[in-house]
C-alpha cells in the first residue's frame, strides 16, 4: 500500500466523521425543539384531560339514557309516518 491511498482513506474517514456529527448536531437541535414544543402544550393537556375524565361518566350516562329511549323514538317516527301517509301535503324527507 502507497503512501497516498493510506492519506486518501484518511480524509475519506475525516469527512464520514464530519457527515456524523452535522447529523447529530442537526438530530438534537430538532429533539430540543420538540421538548420545547411539547413543554408549553403540556398544561393545556392536563386542562384537557381533566375535562375528559369529568365529561366520561357523564357522556356514559346519556348513551345509557338514549338507548332506553331509542324504542320510544322509534314509535313515535312510525306515529308519524301514518299520520304523514293520512295527510296528502305531508312530505318526509
Do not use: H, W
Not at 425543539?33 to 392536563?46: F, R, S, T
Not at 366520561?56 to 331509542?70: A, F, N, T, V
Amino acid at each position: 500500500m502507497d503512501l497516498g491511498a493510506l492519506v486518501e482513506r484518511r480524509e475519506d474517514r475525516d469527512y464520514f466523521v464530519y457527515i456524523c456529527g452535522i447529523g447529530f448536531v442537526v438530530q438534537l437541535v430538532v429533539m430540543i425543539v420538540i421538548a420545547g414544543i411539547l413543554g408549553n402544550i403540556a398544561p393545556e393537556i392536563k386542562t384537557t384531560l381533566t375535562n375528559v375524565n369529568t365529561m366520561m361518566p357523564e357522556m356514559r350516562q346519556s348513551l345509557l339514557d338514549l338507548g332506553q329511549l331509542i324504542p320510544e323514538i322509534k314509535s313515535g317516527m312510525d306515529i308519524l309516518q301514518q299520520l304523514c301517509n293520512n295527510d296528502v301535503n305531508c312530505k318526509l324527507v
